[in-house]
């Protein structure tokens, strides 16, 4: 896989989503493995987290914006990545670290974090709401083939 054009690269704007979202599912499946394992349940909301906002929330994201690829290339769509996927590795980071030690100092970077992560998934909300139209809509405003009969 090479030399993709930009246009490709466009209409596929879920792949990345995906790709971070295995990923997550992948440390995730671990600290669940771990937790078992050692019958040390600490990290439990870490296990939760990074299932559910990274795996779950990352996956269904980029899929949402591989069915619909005018939702995936806009600007809030670019702001909900990159807001969620730097706040996802402080906020778990943060908080482990807070759950092992016990030490609060850190807990300004956790709740930074966990505001940006709550403004990546407003603004993919908003995102949702604006560009994602029905199909009507989308073939008033000129934007898909009208593949209704003309009687020509
Ligand atoms: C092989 C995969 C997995 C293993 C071994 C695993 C293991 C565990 C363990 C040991 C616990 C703690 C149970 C307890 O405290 O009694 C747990 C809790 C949990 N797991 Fe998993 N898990 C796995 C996959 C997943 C996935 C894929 C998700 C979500 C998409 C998930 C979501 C959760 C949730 C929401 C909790 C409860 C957390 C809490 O109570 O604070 N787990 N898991």
Redesign the pocket.
């Known amino acids: 896989m090479h030399s993709h054009s930009a246009q490709q690269e466009q209409a596929q704007p879920g792949i990345v989503w995906i790709k971070l979202a295995v990923l997550y599912?992948v440390v995730?499946?671990a600290i669940?493995?771990g937790?078992?394992a050692s019958q040390d349940?600490t990290l439990?909301?870490i296990?939760?987290h990074v299932?559910?906002l990274g795996?779950?929330t990352l996956a269904i994201s980029g899929l949402i914006y591989t069915v619909f690829p005018q939702t995936g290339t806009t600007r809030l769509a670019r702001i909900h990545f990159w807001l969620l996927n730097l706040a996802l590795p402080l906020m778990m980071g943060s908080l482990a670290y807070v759950l092992l030690t016990g030490d609060v100092q850190i807990l300004p970077a956790l709740v930074i974090a966990e505001i940006s992560a709550a403004v990546s998934i407003l603004a993919m909300t908003a995102n949702i709401f604006l560009n994602l139209q029905n199909r009507k809509e989308t073939a008033a405003a000129g934007m898909a083939p009208d593949v209704s009969p003309r009687g020509a």
């Open positions: 599912l995730g499946v669940g493995i937790m078992g349940f439990r909301p296990h939760a299932n559910l795996w779950a």
